[in-house]
């Protein structure tokens, strides 16, 4: 899928991967943490729930480390799993998910998934 395919289907997904996981996002934060806060969880809740949506379609869609990091090179994110995410780029989304789901609970101040 091309990146201009990407934005259209997966526009929040397109633009984490890429606007805020841009080549030098490590010159602007400490590490992923820092960018995840900054990026994702300081949004509202509508922008979570529509990411969150769209990263379990991407996971649906590319179910390996090796196709989902081959779509990750082919839009040009600045995000490298061997670097940033040592587990894999499948462990480290559905963490993300996680987090994001439990960002979305009335407990957690957010809104019911």
């Not at 890429?18 to 400490?30: E, I, K, L, M, V």
């Not at 300081?42 to 649906?60: F, G």
């Amino acid at each position: 899928m091309t990146f201009f395919e990407m934005t259209e289907r997966y526009p929040e997904f397109t633009a984490l991967m890429t606007a805020s996981f841009n080549y030098d996002w490590r010159d602007d934060f400490a590490d992923v943490e820092a960018l995840l806060q900054s990026d994702v969880f300081s949004q509202p809740p509508e922008h979570r729930q529509q990411l969150l949506r769209e990263i379990d379609a991407v996971l649906e869609s590319y179910p390996s480390d090796e196709v989902l990091g081959r779509l990750l090179a082919d839009i040009g994110s600045g995000f490298a799993a061997a670097i940033d995410a040592p587990s894999g780029e499948i462990s480290w989304m559905s963490s993300l998910v996680s987090r994001l789901r439990t960002s979305l609970t009335p407990e957690a101040g957010g809104e019911a998934c």
